[in-house]
């Protein structure tokens, strides 16, 4: 019999480990992870516990092989919807009201866009924040009645690839295979693996930019067309493109993220109409190629941007906002002067950030000053380790499979798809 440790109860370990129960596994599976049970999990810990950070986040389920990080390239878009369709039916299959997972499918790109942005449109099936929590809470209870082990408030602080070992404090658990779905909060640790196996990696990018954050009217004649819009441009010759990124709208809060340290920032939204602001938030992310040590990078630009212990906040005319416990956003604010410091921190790349502002204003003419942004927003992608494409296994160690934020994918539906790749390829 087979022992499956699954590393990470994010949505990508979920995801896999229901397949593996769906089609009977004959194994012991056990998940191990330093976040608490859906029935203990605070609305605090956004990054940590059952279901992850998909499991605390707006729940905005993306539906399009270009969205969300790296799946048709592993195997083919056909198999990647597919694969996709599967985490949907996961997510319907444990919400209470299944009938309220909307999809949102834009059709023609709006030509009053046209002049200065291009819309990136796709389906995003809309499950609410609110709900995300009795989803985890049926999910859970179904893989306990299914014979899945949980290790709750477990950290696994090293893994022997060799002698197939992970060691968690004092204790040492033997596996046959390992998925391994640590998620952003476990980016350290996959990065520490890396370098301690000398595992072959992927060039990668740089992705930072700042949350915006403005009253929903101005932006209402998109969200009409699009919920989750994704404006974007790109300067193919600078090596940077710009999008707008995981846009919040009706009961939109700009969330806190904590990684190593420093402060940076996302949103989410709520569907329960009693928390209504009427905002509207989203990243402007720009995807900087070429370089060199983009990690290092991007965390020294972090670092310089959290003053006070926390991240920056500029409005022309704005007070920061709420979130949706009625607590101020943690920020400290800076002025028009001081925002040129933080052009500096980027070293010449804020600019392009400067123009997609102005260039909102003029699409949206109702906007002008009425905006504020939380510096910085940040997508750490971690050092993606060269895996086998057929069943996501590492190429040096081939009982081991890096699944979800882990490898390559920035969002929910390619995370449980990664899950789900796996499980099918150990069933099979
Ligand atoms: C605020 C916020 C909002 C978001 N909104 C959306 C959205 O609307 N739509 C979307 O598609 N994506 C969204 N995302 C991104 C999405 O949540 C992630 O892409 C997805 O959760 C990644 O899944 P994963 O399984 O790889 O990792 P995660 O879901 O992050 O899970 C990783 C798990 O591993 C555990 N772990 C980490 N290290 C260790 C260790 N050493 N030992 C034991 N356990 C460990 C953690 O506790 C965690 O539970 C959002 C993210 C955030 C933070």
Not at 216 to 245: A, T, W
Not at 392 to 420: C, M, N, P, W
């Amino acid at each position: 019999m087979k022992n499956v440790v699954i590393i990470g109860a994010g949505v990508a370990g979920v995801n896999a480990a229901t397949k593996l129960v769906d089609n009977q596994f004959d194994g012991q599976i056990t998940i191990i992870d330093m976040g608490k049970n859906p029935y203990e999990r605070p609305y605090e810990e956004v990054m940590t516990g059952f279901l992850g950070a998909g499991g605390w986040s707006d729940g905005k389920l993306t539906y399009h092989t270009a969205i969300g990080g790296q799946l048709a390239k592993y195997c083919g878009e056909e198999k990647a919807m597919e694969l996709m369709d599967q985490v949907i039916e996961n997510f319907k299959r444990f919400h209470p009201k299944p009938e309220a997972v909307q999809c949102s499918n834009p059709i023609e790109e709006p030509e009053f866009i046209k002049p200065y942005f291009g819309l990136r449109l796709f389906p995003v099936w809309h499950v609410g924040t609110d709900y995300l929590h009795e989803i985890g809470k049926n999910w859970y209870d179904f893989l306990l009645e299914n014979g899945i082990s949980f290790k709750w408030e477990t950290k696994v602080t090293d893994i022997d690839f060799d002698k197939n070992l992970v060691y968690v404090g004092d204790e040492v658990i033997l596996y046959d295979e390992l998925i391994f779905g640590v998620g952003k909060s476990g980016i350290d640790f996959g990065k520490k693996l890396a370098d301690k196996y000398d595992l072959p990696t992927e060039p990668k990018s740089v992705q930072i930019g700042v949350r915006f954050e403005a009253p929903q009217k101005h932006f209402q004649k998109l969200i009409d067309v699009s919920y989750d819009f994704k404006l974007y441009r790109k300067f193919e010759d600078k090596g940077v493109s710009l999008r707008s990124f995981c846009t919040n709208n009706n009961a939109a809060y700009v969330a806190v993220e904590e990684t190593y340290g420093d402060h940076s920032y996302n949103g989410h939204a709520k569907k329960d109409e009693a928390y209504r602001n009427n905002m509207t938030n989203f990243g402007i992310l720009m995807e900087i190629q070429g370089i060199d040590e983009p990690f290092t990078w991007s965390r020294n630009v972090v670092q310089s941007v959290n003053k006070n212990g926390t991240g920056l906040y500029y409005s022309p005319s704005r007070p920061p906002s709420q979130t949706s416990e009625g607590i101020d956003v943690s920020a400290t604010q800076i002025t028009g002067k001081q925002l040129d410091e933080v052009r500096e921190h980027f070293g010449g790349y804020f600019q392009y950030i400067d123009d997609f502002i102005d260039d909102m204003k003029k699409v949206f003419p109702t906007l002008q000053h009425d905006w504020g942004i939380y510096i910085p927003e940040v997508k750490y992608l971690s050092p993606e380790p060269l895996v086998n494409y057929n069943n996501l296994s590492l190429t040096k160690y081939e009982q081991v499979y890096f699944v979800g934020d882990a490898l390559s994918a920035r969002g929910i539906t390619v995370s449980g798809a990664h899950g789900i790749y796996v499980a099918e390829q150990l069933i099979s």
